[in-house]
């Protein structure tokens, strides 16, 4: 089974700063079948990133995804107060549910 | 529009039964996995395991194997998770989630609260 790595456990950053959110998977992860979720407080995930770098709707570009194999970035360019958030990457595609990495918060300093 | 509704908050004491549920509307409930994931207070996403409503075949994750039971009801849409005994670990939001035909998450319930406390 697959495990993904994600790292910090907590960024702390300033509004208008960059992020740069890693996820490191311990086999590669075929056709880039990897997604990137957002949850804020008390509200349910949402989908930032699927196939790697592709937004899903909606989503500002600010936000954009990299990475192939085994290693995988998710970067936000500018951060704006609404995205201070706790981040999950996810494996998909090899079985119906895929695989969570354990998340990374994104913290006013 | 795709939605996920699902059954309100509980609070069920040790050893209790339950059984929530996620009912799907907008899109053909035959035709996508629908599935379960756990978070636990202050922790990350767990998957518990997910149903195939067209013909019921059903995964459960191996940390969730005999511990709930997942089902649906294609009739009326309804995905549904139970458990026949709780225990104060059970404590969680749980949230039901649609993956798309390549199996990332784009629709997810608003989540139901289960409180296990004697």
């Known amino acids: 089974e697959i495990v993904l790595t994600q790292s910090p456990g907590t960024l702390s950053l300033s509004p208008g700063e960059r992020a740069t959110l890693s996820c490191r998977a311990s086999?590669?992860?075929?056709?880039?079948?990897l997604a990137w979720y957002q949850q804020k407080p008390g509200q349910a995930p949402r989908l930032l990133i699927y196939?790697?770098?592709s937004r899903a709707t909606g989503i500002p570009d600010r936000f954009s995804g990299s990475g192939s194999g085994t290693d995988f970035t998710l970067t936000i360019s500018r951060l704006e107060p609404e995205d201070f958030a706790v981040y999950y990457c996810?494996?998909?595609?090899?079985?119906?549910?895929?695989?969570f990495g354990q998340g990374t918060k994104v913290e006013i300093k | 529009e795709v939605q996920l509704v699902q059954s309100g908050a509980e609070v069920k004491k040790p050893g209790e039964s339950l059984k929530i549920s996620c009912k799907g509307s907008?899109?053909?409930?035959?035709?996508?996995?629908i599935g379960w994931v756990r978070q636990m207070p202050g922790k990350g996403l767990e998957w518990m395991g997910i149903?195939?409503?067209?013909?019921?075949?059903?995964r459960y994750s191996p940390s969730f194997q005999g511990q709930v039971t997942i089902s649906a009801d294609k009739s009326i849409s309804t995905a549904y998770m139970q458990w026949s005994s709780l225990k104060a670990s059970d404590t969680a939001m749980y949230y039901c989630?649609?993956?798309?035909?390549?199996?990332?998450?784009?629709?997810w319930g608003q989540g139901t609260l289960v409180t296990v406390s004697s």
């Open positions: 086999q590669s992860v075929s056709s880039s079948y």
């Open positions: 196939g790697a770098s």
């Open positions: 996810q494996r998909y595609g090899s079985s119906p549910q895929g695989t």
């Open positions: 907008g899109y053909s409930f035959t035709s996508y996995w």
């Open positions: 149903i195939y409503p067209g013909d019921s075949d059903t």
């Open positions: 989630a649609r993956p798309d035909s390549s199996g990332v998450v784009d629709y």
